[in-house]
């Protein structure tokens, strides 16, 4: 049976970067870049002062101790100097002001005197005057034309700030991939419902659609499609309008398991079915070209913690690649087992897991948990571990690769 590995390298191979469109910068938070980006300017723009001081020449350092110079102009932020300084005057400037003329250094006021005689005069200690103190060249942080960001960059606060210092008022952004999501079964009923007897009610869809927002895409509720040809081609047909077709229940080897035929009746090409992992071994996964569009379509195995382990193993690295994103797909982390773990079967398991950090160090605790219709362990859990037969029995303190579920927060 496939293994986890090459089924994700397939669905990454099909999975591809949707098309771009500009957004303001305001709206460009936790979008994906879509172009590469020069720097339009040089940064700072101007050589300016980091200090409130005296802008002067090092040549005005004699062999005096103090240095006196007449003030002939004070220039504040936003100003532009009109005076140039000499070796007889300095001009009193204040943070991120631009220099006057021939400044190469700043004093900060804390080290110079005054004169009551003279107060447009200032005294200054010849050791606080040294070259290129207290200021910032222009260009010296980014020239004209170097490299701003890259195509594939993911805008966090500090790419968005920096995106309006160089007047980047409009953002070539990745488009949000759309998200359908189609629950599967004749058991389910609504989460407004009253339990009768033999029903369920439907979790994976307010899972799957809130998986799906946490990766910056646009979920779309398909609803609930009864196990029956008709309303699954109905709702198969929608869902292929979308780029990504999720699908929960109805992939595994029962009666009414009718997704994969109708998935084909639909002409989706199926690309594998079966994945060697526990939850979420029925996995289906295939493709669907129409014009332009591709779209990806997952058949998510129904118990919940199969469904909500796929989406993180496959659907999420999926989303971030045909989200434009370049950065890597986790690998996991490596975390020590805070117990020992006893694997049953011969299938690697994704065991939902507590991840914290301890005296720097990654621990993982698996918490207590029956199998993929156990939804109620996962509440507990933040992530999974990765354990195997093959490399058990576990101990307290062994080394195992997990993976934080959703945006990777702790806690
Ligand atoms: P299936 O994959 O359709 O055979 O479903 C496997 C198990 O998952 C069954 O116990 C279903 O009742 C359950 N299940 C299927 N879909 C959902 C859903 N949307 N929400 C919660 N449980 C589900
Ligand atoms: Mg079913």
């Known amino acids: 049976m496939l293994s986890v590995i090459d089924a994700l390298a397939i669905v990454l191979s099909k999975a591809l970067p949707v098309i771009s469109e500009s ?23 101007f050589h ?60 900060p006021i804390e080290q110079v005197q005054f004169d009551e005689d003279a107060p447009d005069h200032v005294v200054i200690p010849r050791d606080s005057i040294f070259a290129e103190a207290n200021l910032m060249r222009q260009g010296s942080a980014a020239r004209k034309g170097t490299q701003l960001l890259t195509a594939g960059t993911q805008l966090h606060p500090q790419q968005i700030a920096a995106l309006a210092e160089f007047g980047q008022s409009c953002v070539p952004v990745y488009r949000r991939p759309t998200v359908a999501v189609l629950a599967t079964g004749d058991e389910l009923i609504a989460c407004d419902q009253p339990l009768r007897p033999g029903a369920i009610r439907n979790s994976n869809e307010p899972m799957l659609m809130s998986q799906a ?16 040809v008709a309303e699954l081609s109905l709702g198969i047909q929608q869902g292929l309008e979308h780029d990504v077709l999720l699908l929960s229940g109805g992939v595994s080897a029962g009666t009414l398991d009718l997704v994969p035929q109708q998935l084909a009746a639909a002409g989706v090409e199926q690309i594998f079915h079966g994945v060697n992992m526990k939850p979420g071994k029925p996995l289906w996964f295939g493709t669907r070209h129409r014009e332009s569009r591709t779209t990806l379509v997952f058949g998510l195995p129904g118990n919940p913690v199969s469904s909500l382990v796929c989406f993180e193993l496959f659907v999420r690295p999926a989303l971030r690649k045909i989200s434009g994103s370049t950065s890597q797909n986790p690998s996991g ?12 079967g011969s299938r690697p398991v994704y065991q939902p897991a ?46 195992v690769p997990v993976w934080f579920w959703g945006d990777g927060r702790i806690g």
């Open 48 to 107: 300016k002062s980091l200090m409130d001081g005296f802008a002067v020449t090092t040549s005005a350092a004699d062999d005096q101790e103090m240095i006196r110079l007449a003030v002939v102009e004070t220039i504040t932020a936003g100003m532009v100097p009109s005076k140039a300084v000499t070796t007889k005057n300095a001009v009193r400037i204040m943070t991120g002001a631009t220099l006057p003329a021939n400044c190469d250094c700043v004093v």
């Open 354 to 399: 507590v991840i914290s950090i301890h005296d720097g160090q990654i621990l993982v605790r698996p918490v207590a948990w029956n199998g993929s219709s156990d939804l109620k362990a996962t509440v507990e859990a933040n992530g999974m571990a990765l354990l195997s037969s093959a490399h058990g029995p576990y101990t307290a303190g062994d080394l």
């Open 213 to 228: 927002a946490t990766c910056g895409a646009c979920p779309v509720s398909l609803g609930v499609a009864r196990d029956t």
């Open 333 to 344: 982390l490596a975390a020590r087992l805070s117990q020992s773990f006893a694997v049953k």
């Open 23 to 45: 957004v303001a910068l305001t709206a460009a938070l936790n979008r994906v870049l879509a172009v590469d980006l020069l720097t339009p300017h040089d940064s700072p723009p």
